[in-house]
């Protein structure tokens, strides 16, 4: 069996990632002391060499033999286990020796790059336990319970749906309808996750950010209200209402890639000019305002079950609203609907015009729904807010909308 250059690369990516993973397993203290496990450096890069081998061998017609050496391998770190276990039950270290095994074989059959990952996502998981250990902590209880809620109803209530189309006006379609559900619950539990990591202490314009992947009307109706018992807070409220608003933009956009490709490469730049502007003033806002405290109300969990069903209802009721208006009034009376829908509910606007994307007005439409909320937001904070909140979020959400508008009025006459 000769030994060619490409041959030997993979061996020595496989001896130096099982060499990696000892490092880190010596270095933490597991190979060594009254609860060692396994083994350390030498020990991982010897088991990276046997499984680099093997796959070579494998990759030549020697399977029975690399069989052989994988299957002692794996006896081995079996051995180690039982023996450590007396002491301490922890397998993380024979774990990532079967790790070793499988990349460092993947490496011998000529899969470097995949081996490569593989040996550096489990360092890294080694190397980051507190870090991790301590995230896990931090996610609220809620956050498993609605986990487990997004389980079931992607896995056990999808599945159980019809296809459809059922009834007039473009009809109801079950399983698309609950999968457009589980996509925007999924972008608000995300949200919603990331603000519970956060915890106090993170500032009102994160919180706004995180907010805005939730509702950004939400946010700018509680910081709102808020601005009159915090006065002092004013710009931080300001900002973090403007934070929750260009994530809107970003929201819409990456809907658009998943639901309509093709809408979201047309309609991006219309979309990019308030986002950036907005990305500007919340970047200027961290910046000054880095020690700004925490406060506002907690958020509504999103995968809560009837917080899904409100939703589907919504998304349906738009949908056949728009076909009707299609239908009855031609491309204004879409572009009518779309902003009339944009003061309540962004995430159903966007849904309904990725549908309708054969239909020219659709675009309009979508951007006369994202101006009428950018306009709705500014006056509730204008009408709402107290003090130099007033003034500063106005300014915000006022360019946020203006930008908007240009790039209504600029498709427009752009055709």
């Not at 450096?41 to 088991?47: K, N, W």
């Not at 047309?266 to 880095?290: C, S």
Request: charged share 10%.
């Amino acid at each position: 069996m000769p030994l060619d250059t490409q041959a030997v690369w993979d061996l020595l990516i496989a001896a130096l990632g099982g060499a990696a993973i000892g490092i880190e397993r010596q270095w933490s203290g597991h190979a060594s002391g009254p609860a060692k496990h396994f083994g350390g450096v030498r020990t991982f890069t010897l088991l990276g060499m046997l499984a680099g081998l093997a796959g070579l061998l494998w990759a030549n017609g020697f399977a029975p033999v690399a069989g052989i050496l994988i299957a002692g391998a794996v006896g081995l770190i079996l051995i180690g286990y039982v023996a450590a276990s007396r002491v301490d039950v922890d397998g993380t270290t024979e774990m990532a020796a079967l790790l070793v095994l499988a990349a460092g074989m993947l490496a011998g059959l000529g899969n470097g790059r995949v081996a490569s990952a593989l040996f550096a996502g489990t360092a890294l998981l080694l190397v980051e336990k507190s870090r991790l250990h301590s995230l896990v902590e931090k996610i609220p209880g809620t956050g498993f319970s609605a986990g487990a809620r997004f389980a079931v109803m992607a896995l056990v209530v999808l599945p159980l749906l019809p296809e459809g189309p059922y009834g007039p006006w473009g009809g109801v379609r079950p399983r698309e309808l609950w999968m457009l559900v589980l996509f925007f619950s999924f972008l608000s539990f995300v949200g919603y996750i990331a603000r519970g990591l956060a915890g106090p202490g993170r500032g009102y314009i994160w919180t706004g950010f995180l907010g805005g992947l939730i509702s950004s009307t939400n946010v700018t109706w509680t910081f709102s209200r808020l601005s009159g018992r915090e006065r002092h807070l004013a710009a931080p409220l300001a900002l973090g209402v403007v934070a929750a608003c260009t994530v809107m933009y970003v929201r819409v956009f990456t809907a658009l890639l998943v639901l309509e490709r093709r809408m979201a490469m047309d309609l991006w730049p219309f979309l990019a000019l308030p986002g950036a502007i907005g990305a500007g003033m919340v970047a200027y806002g961290l910046w000054r305002n880095r020690g700004a405290g925490y406060g506002g109300e907690g958020a509504r969990n999103p995968l809560e079950l009837g917080a899904a069903l409100q939703m589907a209802v919504l998304f349906q009721g738009v949908m056949f609203a728009v076909y009707w208006a299609r239908e009855w009034g031609g491309g204004a009376g879409m572009v009518a609907s779309g902003a009339i829908l944009g003061l309540t509910d962004v995430d159903a606007l966007t849904v309904s015009m990725a549908r309708a994307y054969s239909d020219p007005a659709a675009r309009m439409a979508l951007l006369a729904g994202v101006t009428a909320n950018s306009v709705l937001k500014m006056g509730v904070a204008v009408t709402m807010g107290a003090g130099r909140f007033r003034r500063l979020a106005g300014i915000g959400l006022g360019l946020l909308a203006l930008a908007s508008a240009v790039g209504l009025l600029w498709r427009d006459g752009g055709g």
